[in-house]
T-cell receptor
Framework: GENVEQHPSTLSVQEGDSAVIKCTYSDSASNYFPWYKQELGKGPQLIIDIRSNVGEKKDQRIAVTLNKTAKHFSLHITETQPEDSAVYFCAASMGSGGSYIPTFGRGTSLIVHP | DAGVTQSPTHLIKTRGQQVTLRCSPKSGHDTVSWYQQALGQGPQFIFQYYEEEERQRGNFPDRFSGHQFPNYSSELNVNALLLGDSALYLC?????????????FGPGTRLTVL
């Protein structure tokens, strides 16, 4: 089955700095890569996603890049703010017709210091 | 538009007991997936329900069972509870006919087994 590795496990930055979280996946058939943000006591919330036919996607301060050859993808957050502090999960999945079942990484705890 | 809702929020049970968790999907969604999230880990896929049938299943024992109702809501049942079943149980909904098949998570049910 799919295996997703996520690094680092903890990331501490100063407000205004950039943050980068990296993930690798094992199954070259994976074609959908969502990123989730989970705040304390809440469920994961989708923040951005990318499909295998796209190399990069951006939404305001958040961007995701995908390298299919190397089987790795990354989340980039620019101009970090204290409210960005949370646990971030990457995931990889394959399928179609509603059968996407994501395999999650172990998460990165992002701490943004004011 | 209501998102995914889950009940109860918290639950405390003792070993050997049985528990039922409930989930209502996001409006317009027809597929429900259940995940187990242990402390400090990413969500682990339990199973997925579509058209009132279990469509896919992860690596969980038969003690974990589920049901989907005609209104697309779902239940997760766990029998003969073990201490290791203590976790946050997440429900996610999606729409088979959608363009993204993105899963949207509820806030979860925190289960503690004593």
């Amino acid at each position: 089955g799919e295996n997703v590795e996520q690094h680092p496990s903890t990331l501490s930055v100063q407000e205004g700095d950039s943050a980068v979280i990296k993930c690798t996946y094992s199954d070259s058939a994976s074609n959908y890569f969502p990123w989730y943000k989970q705040e304390l006591g809440k469920g994961p919330q989708l923040i951005i996603d990318i499909r295998s036919n796209v190399g990069e996607k951006k939404d305001q301060r958040i961007a995701v890049t995908l390298n299919k050859t190397a089987k790795h993808f990354s989340l980039h957050i620019t101009e970090t703010q204290p409210e960005d502090s949370a646990v971030y999960f990457c995931a990889a999945s394959m399928g179609s017709g509603g059968s996407y079942i994501p395999t999650f990484g172990r998460g990165t705890s992002l701490i943004v210091h004011p | 538009d209501a998102g995914v809702t889950q009940s109860p929020t918290h639950l405390i049970k003792t070993r050997g007991q049985q528990v039922t968790l409930r989930c209502s999907p996001k409006s317009g969604h027809d597929t429900v997936s259940w995940y187990q999230q242990a402390l400090g880990q990413g969500p682990q896929f339990i199973f997925q329900y579509y058209e009132e049938e279990e469509r896919q299943r992860g690596n969980f024992p038969d003690r974990f069972s589920g049901h989907q109702f005609p209104n697309y809501s779902s239940e997760l049942n766990v029998n003969a509870l073990l201490l290791g079943d203590s976790a946050l149980y997440l429900c996610a909904s999606s729409f088979v006919g959608g363009s993204t098949d993105t899963q949207y998570f509820g806030p979860g049910t925190r289960l503690t087994v004593l």
